[in-house]
């Protein structure tokens, strides 16, 4: 029997110098087309790849175009280890003790650049780690990766079976629970979000499920106006997040 294949190639300049410098995954093979080497962040990847000891392969752009599945790669790819999910207690066991938690869930998105673009916005809002549905959703692949600007190479991200559990572990452990949804009564901006908080972003199409709803402590929308029926997920997250990353910035300059 066949043994299954326990790598993937990340493409673009990002994903790739973020996977080598993160160090969360083995990068055996480097790989520049021919021509790049001489631009400025080639050189700094193929540097990357000698302090690593990694190995490099130059290689026609074709036979690049047909290793990364006709994607835009940039002249750039990596042959990797799998994605490295990380266990939910070791998510938050791993906020630092100085820090008040922030995480992000994402219920059940299927689009994978909403998800990188997710996992961008929440590394700059300093949220804390992501937690995703094992099934019928978006994972961190390398379509994924390459939205996120290697942003998912950093946050730490937890793959588990049942949400609605999930979001009970996460209240045992301190956390409140804010999810996202337009038919919200009350509005971010009208809500302390300083506290340990997980924010769960729903589905573009469906919204937060049902028995993941109930199980957040309240519900909370973004004013807009009724010219559109609603925002892109990944942009609702995305302002939300950083409401709460002005509240609690606000909050630490207040507390000195």
Known sequence: MKRPDRSET???????????????????TLFIASG????????????????????????????????????????IAARVSVYPFVPLADLLAAVPSTDTPFILVADGLTDPH????????????????????KDNAASPTPAAVKASAGALEFLPVARETNIARVLDALKDAGLWIAGLDGRGEQTIYDSDLTGPLALVVGDEGRGIRRLVGQKCD??????????????????????????????RRAKAVIGR
Do not use: W
Request: net charge neutral; with cysteine; aromatic share 4%.
């Open 218 to 247: 309240f519900i909370l929308s973004i004013p807009q106006t009724d010219m559109v029926h609603s925002l892109n997920a990944s942009v609702a997250g995305a302002v939300a997040m950083y409401e709460a990353f002005r509240q």
């Open 36 to 75: 790049r080497e001489t631009r400025q962040p080639h050189q700094q990847a193929l540097q990357a790849a000698e302090q690593h000891n990694i190995p490099v392969n130059e290689i026609p752009a074709r036979d690049l175009e047909q290793m990364t599945g006709g994607k835009v790669h940039q002249g």
């Open 10 to 28: 990340l493409y673009g300049i990002h994903p790739v110098m973020a996977a080598i410098t993160a160090g969360r995954r083995k990068v055996d």
């Open 114 to 133: 909403n998800l990188g673009a997710l996992a961008r916005t929440a590394l700059c809002a300093g949220v804390h780690g992501l937690i995703i549905p």
